[in-house]
């Protein structure tokens, strides 16, 4: 069978979290966006414990609420600030692992994503006892990834780097940005939302589409090692233009800089503020290819646009957030099924009369490859633009394929 899953998010107990972030509310809006299995996220966290175990659990490290179902996962940032997703097979395994930490936390009870004051090889050795799965989040984040701090995968994982399995690529890159990295061909890639929000601008961002026997942990984890013809089929995710540190900017005023200016200019913006590397910069300094080398084993990687984006600049609204852009996209949605049907797979015509021409005619641009994306950086989200005829198109002009193109 073929499932979507997003393998990382917060709970409301992380900071800068929603509220609404519930495990009530989670089950609601994932099938809403096309999603089949979600992270927990913040498993070590006593109070988000108790409400995961509300869920029935149909197996071991498996948990079902009404529609949706849930895996074991959470999020910790080491002594270095690296952050590392981890992913349980059950809660024995999780209590193992918290209990080996605890000591080394001063929040473990206060915040769903703890500081560790432990490196990446000691973490990495806990998770290893634990039969816990355990790779970088968001790789290539500036502040608080691993090629932040760290050039190859055994200078942050030492002796346990061959037992990282995975590793999540974040908004600002792809496929074809890690895979100018040799040293991450074997690996397998994730995309994930890291949503705080369950609103459909961000759960389900970015998701895995994978080939396995049921929805299951076990199974989820077969798809990430590529075992008993488990495999990831399909990361879907954000063009990393969109992502909030795609280039090079200015933290504050969110100029940007070329890294050749920036490194002239010793990394201090014109405004008197710090500009922070962005990740397409940094790829290009890790690189040992000048052009991406796929493995055999690399699924497709397909772009996509919150659909909430595209009603909103359909309609002109300030932003994907507007009271309007929720009616029009809880219509679409009511009509047809779900965010990803609706990008990728809805007849036009079927869309057409649910809604208004404004919105057909920007699904209908998105699909075609037409949508401008100005890029982000320094920590501002890129900007999605319809076209015009007299603007440059700056997203792959090949008509965007359905998924089951790739299957």
């Known amino acids: 069978?073929?499932?979507?899953?997003?393998?990382?998010?917060?709970?409301?107990?992380?900071?800068?979290?929603?509220?609404?972030?519930?495990?009530?509310?989670?089950?609601?809006?994932?099938?809403?966006?096309?999603?089949?299995?979600?992270?927990?996220?913040?498993?070590?966290?006593?109070?988000?414990?108790?409400?995961?175990?509300?869920?029935?659990?149909?197996?071991?490290?498996?948990?079902?609420?009404?529609?949706?179902?849930?895996?074991?996962?959470?999020?910790?940032?080491?002594?270095?600030?690296?952050?590392?997703?981890?992913?349980?097979?059950s809660f024995s395994s999780v209590e193992d692992f918290k209990?080996?930490?605890?000591?080394?936390?001063?929040?473990?009870?206060?915040?769903?994503?703890?500081?560790?004051?432990?490196?990446?090889?000691?973490?990495?050795?806990?998770?290893?006892?634990?039969?816990?799965?355990?790779?970088?989040?968001?790789?290539?984040?500036?502040w608080t990834a691993m090629y932040a701090y760290h050039d190859s995968l055994s200078s942050c994982y030492g002796e346990l780097a061959d037992y990282v399995s995975f590793i999540e690529l974040g908004l600002s890159a792809d496929s074809n940005y890690a895979d100018r990295i040799s040293e991450l061909h074997r690996l397998t890639f994730l995309t994930n939302s890291d949503a705080h929000s369950p609103h459909p601008v961000r759960l389900a961002r970015e998701f895995n589409r994978m080939k396995v026997k049921d929805a299951s942990y076990g199974e989820i984890k077969k798809a990430i090692l590529r075992r008993g013809g488990n495999r990831v089929v399909l990361n879907v995710g954000l063009p990393p233009q969109e992502g909030k540190y795609n280039e090079s900017a200015c933290i504050s005023c969110y100029k940007h800089y070329t890294l050749e200016e920036a490194i002239k200019r010793k990394w201090k913006c014109v405004c008197g503020k710090r500009i922070k590397k962005g990740v397409k910069d940094r790829i290009n300094e890790l690189a040992d290819l000048s052009l991406p080398k796929h493995p055999e084993h690399r699924p497709p990687y397909v772009h996509i646009i919150p659909l909430a984006e595209?009603?909103?600049?359909?309609?002109?609204?300030?932003?994907?957030?507007?009271?309007?852009?929720?009616?029009?996209?809880?219509?679409?949605?009511?009509?047809?099924?779900?965010?990803?049907?609706?990008?990728?797979?809805?007849?036009?015509?079927?869309?057409?009369?649910?809604?208004?021409?404004a919105i057909s005619e920007a699904i209908e641009a998105f699909r075609e490859g037409k949508v401008i994306i100005h890029p982000g950086g320094g920590g501002k989200y890129g900007v999605i633009e319809l076209p015009s005829a007299d603007k440059k198109i700056i997203l792959k002009g090949e008509r965007q394929r359905t998924l089951t193109d790739f299957l």
């Open 1 to 89: 069978m073929i499932i979507n899953v997003d393998l990382h998010i917060h709970s409301r107990f992380s900071g800068a979290t929603s509220q609404a972030m519930t495990i009530e509310t989670l089950a609601k809006e994932a099938p809403r966006k096309g999603i089949d299995v979600v992270a927990t996220g913040d498993c070590l966290h006593s109070d988000w414990q108790g409400e995961i175990k509300q869920c029935e659990e149909i197996e071991e490290g498996t948990f079902l609420y009404e529609e949706t179902r849930f895996v074991l996962t959470t999020e910790v940032e080491d002594k270095n600030r690296v952050h590392h997703l981890l992913l349980f097979p």
């Open 310 to 357: 595209i009603i909103a600049k359909a309609l002109g609204q300030s932003s994907a957030f507007t009271k309007t852009v929720t009616k029009r996209w809880n219509e679409l949605i009511d009509a047809l099924g779900d965010e990803v049907t609706i990008l990728i797979d809805a007849d036009l015509e079927d869309i057409s009369r649910v809604t208004v021409p």
């Open 99 to 142: 209990e080996r930490i605890a000591k080394f936390s001063p929040n473990i009870e206060t915040d769903g994503r703890p500081n560790v004051n432990l490196n990446g090889q000691e973490l990495a050795e806990i998770a290893k006892d634990v039969d816990a799965l355990i790779g970088p989040a968001h790789a290539f984040t500036p």
